[in-house]
């Protein structure tokens, strides 16, 4: 069922804003009484999170039956594109924002914790929280003013805030509760491995060592977690490489010169693993980006505008 004009989310005049695999978009949220919660498509609502910085009224969230109330500059994590209810408390109004869809396969934390905080009020106005709510902000109000080829940079900008207030919110948690100690440590582990990306001696037995843990232990951490060691230091260098091999400022260093600054030290093993991640080979990836990018600028002048050809991550609002 689509959602009655009383309903319906609607962006400001800009619309959303492409930076690489984020979306970030102002929203201008018509009130409304949810009936009942959206249904998601596998796939493709599901395979992302929304984050929504409210800017004015009291906001209502209801989802994976959690529910709370958020005020002024505050943030929240939403499961999927359409993620169920947002209303207003006073049943009235305008609730202006921000919100940005982030794919869940680029964040450097499992979804298996970043679960844990969806629906729940994060803060926005004091430390790493101000931070991202000052950035989504810049982004949704200085569109004009961005070149096309600062969307990369400003992208993982985005997704560094996040996953930095998404680890302090999980790091409170495991402080608070003492069964969660363990929670804290894969976490600190995982920051670890993203700093450490481009050290080649980076492996199993270094990680456990940095962390005064056995090897076995450390696979055992990463396995309650659904993952492989070996494997999430894999599919981090790859995303690492794939920003340089799309960012414009890198055009001048070679596939080879970037696959070894993330690690990868034999070139055809990093060819071999980046088509089986993304489907194509590293230069042929760049090429598509660099016409991309050309045919781009030339219909843009050199600025990145903003585009409403795909969905639009302020559609957390929506009610079906």
């Known amino acids: 069922m ?34 009942r919660a959206a249904r998601s498509r596998p796939g493709v609502d599901t395979d992302c999170y929304t984050v929504a910085l409210t800017l004015h009224q009291a906001v209502r969230v209801d989802q994976v039956d959690r529910e709370g109330v958020l005020g002024s500059v505050d943030l929240v994590l939403l499961n999927g594109f359409r993620p169920g209810m947002v209303a207003d408390g006073a049943g009235s109004g305008l609730i202006d924002g921000v919100a940005a869809r982030v794919p869940k396969g ?9 679960d844990r905080l969806v629906a729940r009020r994060l803060p926005g106005r004091t430390g790493v929280g101000a931070l991202l709510s000052q950035f989504l902000l810049c982004l949704a109000t200085g569109a004009s003013q961005y070149r096309s080829s600062d969307a990369t940079r400003l992208g993982t900008v985005l997704l560094d805030l996040l996953t930095a207030v998404l680890a302090h919110e999980l790091d409170t948690d495991a402080a608070r509760s003492p069964q969660n100690q363990r929670q804290s440590l894969i976490t600190r582990i995982l920051a670890f491995v993203q700093d450490h990306l ?9 990680i456990a060592a940095a962390h005064h843990i056995s090897t076995r232990y450390l696979h055992k951490l990463f396995h309650s977690q659904g993952l492989s060691v070996a494997g999430w230091i894999r599919q981090r260098r790859l995303e690492a490489c794939r920003r340089d091999l799309s960012d414009p400022a890198q055009r001048g260093r070679s ?6 600054r993330w690690g990868f030290t034999n070139p055809a093993h990093f060819s071999r693993a980046y088509r089986a991640a993304y489907g194509v080979a590293p230069s042929d990836h760049r090429r598509l980006v660099a016409r991309t990018e050309s045919v781009r600028g030339s219909s843009t002048a050199g600025h990145a505008r903003p585009t409403t050809s795909r969905p639009v991550a302020g559609t957390v609002g929506v009610v079906h």
Do not use: K
């Open 106 to 114: 680029v964040l450097a934390l499992p979804p298996s914790q970043v």
């Open 2 to 35: 689509n959602p009655t004009a009383g309903d319906r989310l609607a962006t400001h005049p800009a619309g959303p804003l492409e930076l690489g695999a984020v979306w970030v978009s102002p929203l201008v949220h018509q009130s409304f009484r949810p009936r």
């Open 255 to 260: 596939t080879r010169a970037i696959a070894a």
């Open 198 to 206: 481009a050290d080649a001696g980076l492996s199993p037995a270094s």
